[in-house]
């Protein structure tokens, strides 16, 4: 039984790019996150997860903040007080990218370990735009881990025709690997949201 | 440590995820159900922020972006705490703010309501809680502005709160309304929760004990997070 209510969430509207992804239009303010996550040296498979987002029209949506969170490449998230394992690099698996024009957002990262309890290796999405009151949850899985993602309970708890809007394909560019990730809000290709 | 499950989203305090009436809701929401899933460690553990992350003026929007002087308008204390479910407070934990000038102009590079941009004013802060899970901004009360979801549409005065908690299941973006606004009626945002009594707990009161002599109103805006179950995760 708790003893207060939760307090409601709302939009973040259109105009929320100043404050939480500034570097987006060269606004002087210091973010405290943004879509580079690893900087050369940190350990792991350096590569690179660009999508667009889409709404039920079809249409991108440009005024979107896409957050990610995930573990570094042993699979230990950078949060000690809750995760015993820890991630001692220097590695804070947050980061945070303002849809363009086109709907679309990119992350320089690592890809991250699995984590244990036999999930595949993924990381945890939330997705926020100017008409979306109650944020959404997903996550990305990766199609080259296709074992793992075959034995992994949450995308084995999802429809089989719908579990490939959370796996990214991968290509290999000159600059190394691109995990493709792209969200639909609705549609035939609507991707998976969690109630979590 | 615990690394007990949080409880779910109350579905009666928060809007439905299609909500007619604000347009944008339509096409930007999902039409599928939610898929349930048990919390990893992914849902349970969140990003973590040391007092680093936050400036000295961080907190106070008169100061942290003036340029000449300080910002025109209605000088406003913005305070309250940070509570989970269970009344416990959430201490160290990222508030992160965003909101319009007096004249209801916001500075994004989009923004073309004619209304005045101010030198002196940025419109964004943050600040870290202490571990009452206190926290206190300084700021202009914002204008209404108008949008264009419907003919005359106004909104409510108000400051975006994003908040991260102690999870990245407790993430809660929001926004905080002032009391005695008198467009609350007319606005599909606030009126998208359809529960009055949760509406209301986004309306910050004003406060005369903490209003301070010669210098500032305040208001009071506390804010709850989900709670954790009381039973660990099962292996």
Known sequence: MTTLKQTPSQTLGPFFAYGLTPEQYGYAHRGIAGNTLAVPGVPGEHVRIEGRIFDG???????????????????????????????????????????????????????????????????????????????????????????????????????????????????????????????????????????? | MTNNPYRPRDWHSHPPSIYPDYKSTVLRNPKKPLIPIRQSLTEITGPVYGHDAVGPLDHDLTKNAAKNGEPIGERIIVTGRVLDEDGRPVPNTLIEIWQANAAGRYIHVKEVHDAPLDPNFLGAGRFMTDESGQYRFITIKPGSYPWGNHVNAWRPAHIHFSLFGQAFATRLVTQMYFEGDPTFAYDPIFNSIPDEAARQRLVANFSMDLTEPEWAHAYVFDIVLRGRHATPMED
């Open chain 1, 57 to 196: 029209a079809g249409a991108p949506i440009d005024d979107a903040m896409i957050e990610i969170w995930q573990a570094d490449t042993d699979g230990n998230y950078a949060d000690a007080d809750r995760d015993e394992a820890g991630s001692t690099a220097a590695f804070s698996g947050f980061g945070r990218c303002g849809s363009d024009d086109d709907g679309g957002f990119w992350f320089v990262t690592i890809k991250p370990g699995a984590i244990g309890d036999g999930l595949a290796p993924h990381i945890g999405v939330i997705v926020q735009a100017r008409g979306i009151l109650n944020h959404a949850f997903t996550r990305i899985y990766f199609a080259d881990e296709a074992d793992a993602n075959g034995a992994d309970p949450v995308l084995k708890s999802v429809p089989e025709n719908r579990r490939n809007t959370m796996i990214a394909a991968r290509s290999e560019a000159p600059a190394g690997p691109v995990y493709r990730f792209d969200i639909h809000m609705q549609g035939d290709d609507e991707t998976v949201f969690f109630d979590v």
